[in-house]
């Protein structure tokens, strides 16, 4: 694996020809966890997949499509096509020193634009190929939420599944206080339509109650969640990867 701490010329010399591309975000976690989750989640896929693929990774970007987040103070959200300009356009440099396959990952639930962008550019650029590694997405999931002890969790952002990711991550920016609650369901259908400051009490759509877990076993948790469903999302990447760019150059 390589990135963006080694040398021009150690990356020339390697003759590698993949790229990991990979989208955080700055957005609010509800009133007691920080705003970089999504990009310290984005980095975790992305030096799992570049380690796999023997891949350039790139530094994260900690900027995405949080439109639903946008009223909460210090929350950053761009449009889908500033940002899928900015990452055509790093994809085209990069592809003009002869690397030809692409990974794009993003740690944001939010980010619509990521299908429609990988459909577009491979569309575009009959030459170089563009993943998403969302081939094994549900089993992963499922399984990842076994693991760490929290089947049926009933949450899309803010909740016990966040904080015990936080714990992991970055528990020196936590402060472990309850917060959210349980969104009725039927509010899912207006989550795209209005910002969560109308839908939610807090920003949290799940909710934390201190003191139902201890520190080490909300750590533990988001350890045991995040390595199963990643190391189950990158099984199979490398094939894939080849296969598509076989086929598509065929």
Known sequence: ???????????????IDTVIISVGATEQFGPFLPMHLDTLIAELYAESYGKELDAYVLPTLPFNTSEEHANFKGTITVSPTILTAMLEDIIVNLAKQGFVKFIVCNGHGGAYWEAAFVKHINYKY???????????????WEEAAKRAGLEGLNEMHGGLLSVCTAMWLCPEHVKLRSMGSNVPIESRLYADYMGW?????????????EGSYSEDQLREKGKLFWETFIAIRTEGLKQLVEDAYRRKMS
Do not use: Q, V
């Not at 694996?1 to 003759?15: G, L």
């Open 1 to 15: 694996m390589f990135s963006y701490r080694n040398t021009t010329t150690e990356i020339a010399s390697s003759e």
């Open 126 to 140: 009959p030459h170089i190929i563009i993943i998403a590694p969302n081939h094994n997405n549900h089993k992963a």
């Open 197 to 209: 400051d109308k839908l939610t009490e807090d920003g949290c759509w799940g909710n934390f109650e």
